[in-house]
Nanobody, 125 residues
Framework: QVQLVESGGGLVQDGGSLKLSCTLS????????MAWFRQAPGKDYEFVAG????????SYADSVKGRFAISRDNAKNTVYLQMNSLKVEDSALYYC??????????????????WGQGTRVTVSS
């Protein structure tokens, strides 16, 4: 059974940085398209970034372009989200998700069958 475990969330000041990690337990990590979504209190899930199996394709939400970077280390079954220049509005529960059906990066979280438990990011002013 595939499990995704996120880490790296926490409290940071406006303008600070955090790096989230997500490790997949299971085989065939390179066949997984991976993505990060977030959900702020009272709001819908929001696509943040996605990356293809070997990292050859990435996609970002406009709200994080130039500030966040998604990457993966296939030897460690881990995907990362480096978040720089954080803003108060980036505060949310961040979810790592995965899909191995061969589709391209999707911006609807419901298209992903595998989800982590979430890690909270709080940015203070």
């Amino acid at each position: 059974q595939v499990q995704l475990v996120e880490s790296g969330g926490g409290l940071v000041q406006d303008g600070g940085s955090l790096k989230l990690s997500c490790t997949l337990s299971g085989r065939g990590f390179t066949t997984y398209l991976m993505a990060w979504f977030r959900q702020a209190p009272g709001k819908d899930y929001e696509f943040v970034a996605g990356i293809s199996g070997f990292g050859e394709r990435t996609s970002y939400a406009d709200s994080v372009k130039g500030r966040f970077a998604i990457s993966r280390d296939n030897a460690k079954n881990t995907v990362y989200l480096q978040m720089n220049s954080l803003k108060v509005e980036d505060s949310a529960l961040y979810y790592c998700v995965g899909d191995r059906t061969g589709r391209d990066i999707m911006t609807d979280i419901n298209e992903y069958p595998h989800w982590g438990q979430g890690t909270r990011v709080t940015v203070s002013s």
